[in-house]
């Protein structure tokens, strides 16, 4: 089955530790997006990427980073300058560049402070 | 900039009523792209429609419709004849770039549609 696959369901981060949040595709899907998700608000764009090796801010960046290395993946680093990490993250992925391509989501990420 | 408002925070029906989503947004490219999301409690966004700014047909896909109207600026969702399953958070969301290195999906707030049994 093709689709988005994100680990873990759910993940807890202590004060100034950074946490790592997986996203996958197996729809040979070119570019890859994180959202963020805050109770009662629509998603808010944080990074995304067109192809390997290659991202760009979105709108809330700040205290996060990414990386892709390969097609397929596009793993989201919540590092410790995020002061307010707690929030649902969103992964998707669309099959080319433009604002014309369906975005498809994965099932999500909730992070929680301890 | 381009923005999308949806006004109704939350929405409650009986079953088998009628429901219309409203989805007002503002942009300034005369190409753009629409697209309705349902997100069930799971939490994942379940893709539904995705218009061009150039198709004002009203499109229907079982008991899902919806209307998109240039002139207001809008693009509803009427689900009929209701059913709990509905029940879910809709997001209406605005793409205007078609110029590669410059696409963003803008979201509303969303609607939360309560189906009561």
């Known amino acids: 089955d093709g689709g988005i696959t994100q680990s873990p369901k759910y993940l807890f981060r202590k004060e100034g530790q950074n946490v790592t949040l997986s996203c996958e595709q197996n729809?040979?899907?070119?570019?890859m997006y994180w959202y963020r998700q805050d109770p009662g608000q629509g998603l808010r764009l944080i990074y995304y990427?067109?192809?390997?090796?290659?991202?760009q801010k979105g709108d809330i960046a700040e205290g996060y980073s990414v990386s892709r290395e390969k097609k397929e993946s596009f793993p989201l680093t919540v590092t410790s300058a995020q002061k307010n990490p707690t929030a649902f993250y969103l992964c998707?992925?669309?099959?080319?560049?433009?604002?014309?391509?369906?975005?498809?989501f994965g099932p999500g990420t909730r992070l929680l402070v301890l | 900039a381009q923005k999308v408002t949806q006004a109704q925070t939350e929405i409650s029906v009986v079953e088998k009523e009628d429901v219309t989503l409203d989805c007002v947004y503002e942009?300034?490219?005369?190409?753009?792209?629409l697209f309705w999301y349902k997100q069930p409690p799971s939490g994942e966004l379940v893709f539904l429609i995705r218009?061009?700014?150039?198709?004002?047909q009203n499109e229907i896909s079982g008991r899902y419709s919806w209307n998109f109207q240039k002139s207001t600026s809008s693009f509803n969702f009427t689900i009929t004849a209701s059913q709990v399953v509905d029940s879910a958070v809709y997001f209406c969301?605005?793409?205007?770039?078609?110029?590669?290195?410059?696409?963003?999906?803008?979201f509303g707030t969303g609607t939360r549609l309560t189906i009561i049994p």
């Open positions: 998707a992925s669309s099959m080319g560049r433009g604002g014309a391509e369906t975005q498809y």
């Open positions: 729809l040979n899907h070119d570019a």
């Open positions: 990427s067109q192809i390997v090796n290659d991202f």
């Open positions: 942009t300034r490219d005369t190409t753009y792209y």
């Open positions: 218009r061009n700014s150039f198709d004002e």
């Open positions: 969301a605005l793409s205007e770039a078609l110029v590669f290195g410059n696409e963003k999906l803008t």
